[in-house]
């Protein structure tokens, strides 16, 4: 027995090497053994923080019956979903064309030039064995007919695609994508659909603009849709079970539309994008005029949860070399959500009958129970009156429950997912006055700097400091650009606006499709069976979106025309995504409301550590429109970036330059000037 897995540098992988199972590496090694062997090849995909793809390990995987059977019938390759996401987007599009539906793990059976012919997910291990030998048997007696299907999928998916595109997104485009929006919404629970429920982040950030651009056409005092869907859900999932209330950050999914119990697993991705969400939400008041108590509570609320959930990522996922983990594992002790449930019982034995009482009203804690076994999920109720009492109980509980044994970490370091955690932390950081949540982004870019790009090629995992195998596709170049291009505005260092811009250039060259859009996959990757290209926003913004964002900041720095046209070109197939589907278009709306402000760029010089500098940052950040583009330099050197070129403090005072397409306004040295004129319509 020979288990390849061992030298992987994939937690999820280095699960799975001491299974009974001979698993093999994703590779052509892999499907040349099956063509010696003549056998099928079965491919499992999963990732280290799924919960059923724990169950179906334990049952099958580690099984000796079932391996045995997986040995003697099949050649076995398992496959990270996170390091191999173009091996996971081809199978799994394959996977809901044959049965309707997809997740993980996925189970694929292919011919030895990897067609697919029979596709599923989790199967229990009996009904697994019997799908076993019935494939074998197949493809003993009817082999035919099983090519014939393989070939039928790969000539269905593996040929040219049509997509319809229209005009970059307009005005009333986005503003129709909101009342769609307002359809789907849940008003009772905030959120949009039923369950299971996942973080919409995306569209928070896009109705938070969309609210912003609006307010000087709203009448009446109280919030438009746009404000208060992102609000609604907003409060509501950092209220809820989603929100880990004593550590911070959010959880995957919540299974119910109360956002009350969660599916626990924590990734780096969610976290990422709602730091950023959250610390925009909490820029400036929802109803323009005079702010009252409660909406003040609202905003520093949304401040306390971005800052929390920053702490948590610095805290829990970053690795040694400066980069962050994937993801934390929902299961510990055996079971899903262990480690983050309790029991009045334990809440007395945490803290006494007094504060468990209290405790138990805060967090809704009941002898019945809102998760199993009379356990619950901890959720803030209500803001509690008494807040030295509630951070005082808060920290005890976080206290014992670091002495139970923690979820796993999948730590390793993805490309795309470390440059969403460099934008976030950065503009949080400059926003929330949180030097030191700059400093991790910078240590993180740093990393994806030194060790992801070889060559002007990004690679797009690493762990313990070893660059990983899977080369990077088109959301990984797309997103680390935007992180550097981000950091660049709060740091002042010219050098990210130039890696940003090789990064880009290899987007350009080797990405597109020749009608405006892009493929996920570089033109010298691996071939597989088709090429994936798509373009929705899911649980991260589809590559085809972060594209968009990152090019069209380029161009706002630079100047590009190229790349502005090849930000609109990318933009053209938001308005047929929003018509149809809006939930899924989140990130590429959002891009359309900063092409449509401009986008806007902020020029800020001034001395390095200057307060007065660093305070018109801060009011550049609150004031302009979301999609805005900064630049941070000193007035002497421009460091080759064309927005600040010629840019120079005014009569020795930190300046700001409000530009849009190159034409600036008066140069301003105080906030209130800068605040007037990024408010001014």
């Known amino acids: 027995m020979s288990n390849r897995l061992s030298d992987a540098t994939s937690p999820y992988l280095l699960q799975h090497a001491e299974n009974p199972v001979e698993w093999w590496p994703w590779g052509e090694e892999a499907f040349t053994e099956a063509r010696r062997r003549d056998v099928p090849v079965l491919i499992s995909v999963g990732y280290a923080a799924c919960h059923w793809c724990h169950v179906m390990a334990h049952e099958s995987f580690e099984d000796a019956e079932t391996a045995r059977l997986m040995n003697a019938l099949f050649v076995n390759v398992k496959v990270d979903r996170e390091e191999r996401p173009d091996v996971d987007a081809v199978y799994m599009e394959a996977t809901q064309a044959m049965t309707g539906q997809g997740g993980w793990p996925m189970t694929v059976f292919a011919t030895p030039d990897g067609a697919p012919f029979y596709c599923g997910t989790y199967f229990p291990r009996d009904h697994f064995r019997r799908l076993l030998e019935g494939v074998a048997t197949a493809w003993r007696d009817q082999r035919g007919e099983l090519t014939d299907q393989g070939q039928r999928v790969v000539d269905a998916l593996g040929g040219p695609r049509t997509l319809r595109s229209a005009p970059p997104p307009t005005a009333e485009r986005l503003d129709a994508a909101v009342r769609a929006l307002v359809r789907e919404y849940d008003h009772a629970n905030g959120g949009f659909g039923t369950e299971p429920k996942f973080p919409p982040s995306m569209l928070l950030s896009f109705l938070t603009a969309q609210h912003e651009r609006t307010l000087p056409l709203q009448g009446g005092d109280g919030p438009a849709p746009a404000g208060r869907m992102a609000w609604g859900t907003a409060l509501a999932m950092a209220r809820g079970g989603m929100y880990d209330q004593l550590g911070g950050g959010f959880a995957r999914y919540s ?65 040694p070399e400066g980069g962050f983990a994937s993801s ?112 991790a982004a910078r240590s993180a870019a740093d990393l994806l ?72 996959t570089a033109d010298d990757a691996e071939r597989l069976f088709s090429r994936p290209q798509d373009p929705t926003d899911n649980v991260t913004p589809s590559g085809r979106s972060a594209a968009a964002s990152a090019l069209l900041a380029y161009a706002a720095l630079t100047g590009s025309e190229r790349h502005r046209a090849a930000a609109e070109g990318a933009l053209a197939l938001v308005p047929v995504l929003a018509e149809k589907a809006p939930r899924f278009a989140g990130w590429g709306l959002a891009v359309g409301e900063a092409l449509l402000s401009g986008p806007r760029a902020v020029a800020v010089v001034g001395e390095p550590g200057d307060p007065a500098a660093e305070e018109l940052v801060r009011t550049a950040l609150r004031s302009a429109p979301l999609g805005t583009v900064l630049s941070r330099g000193d007035g002497r050197e421009d460091g080759g970036v064309p927005l600040l070129r010629g840019r120079a403090p005014i009569r020795g005072r930190a300046t700001a330059y409000v530009c849009e397409g190159f034409t600036c306004k008066l140069p301003v040295t105080s906030p209130e000037e800068l605040a007037e004129q990024l408010t001014r319509s």
């Open 255 to 319: 299974v119910d539309r109360a956002w009350v119990v969660p599916h626990f697993e924590k990734m780096l991705y969610d976290n990422a994008l709602l730091v950023r969400a959250y610390a925009r939400m909490a820029r400036r008041p929802l109803v323009p005029g005079e702010e009252g108590p409660a909406e003040s509570a609202d905003r520093a609320f949304m401040s306390r949860i971005a800052q929390e959930t920053a702490d948590w990522m610095v805290r829990d996922l970053r690795t």
């Open 328 to 439: 934390l594992d929902a299961d510990s002790e055996g079971e899903e959500g262990t480690y983050y449930v309790w029991t009045p019982e334990r809440l007395r034995e945490a803290l006494g009958p007094d504060d468990a009482g209290f405790a138990a009203r805060v967090f809704g804690v009941t002898e019945e129970g809102t998760f199993e076994r009379g356990t619950s999920v901890l959720q803030l109720r209500e803001p509690p009156a008494d807040t030295a009492r509630y951070e005082r109980v808060r920290q005890a509980l976080l206290n014992v429950r670091g002495e139970r044994e923690a979820p796993a970490r999948d730590d390793k370091v993805v490309a795309s997912w470390n440059g969403l955690a460099v934008s976030g932390l950065a503009e949080a950081g400059a926003l929330l006055d949180r030097p030191d949540l700059v400093a």
């Open 449 to 520: 700097l030194d060790l992801h790009v070889r060559d002007g090629r990004l690679v797009r995992v690493s762990r313990d400091g070893r660059a990983g195998p899977g080369t990077g596709v088109l959301e990984d170049y797309a997103n680390v650009a935007e992180g550097l291009l981000v950091l660049h505005g709060v740091t002042g260092r010219a050098a990210y606006v130039h890696e940003a811009g090789r990064l880009l250039e290899t987007v350009l060259d080797r990405f597109g499709d020749g009608d405006g859009g892009f493929y996920d």
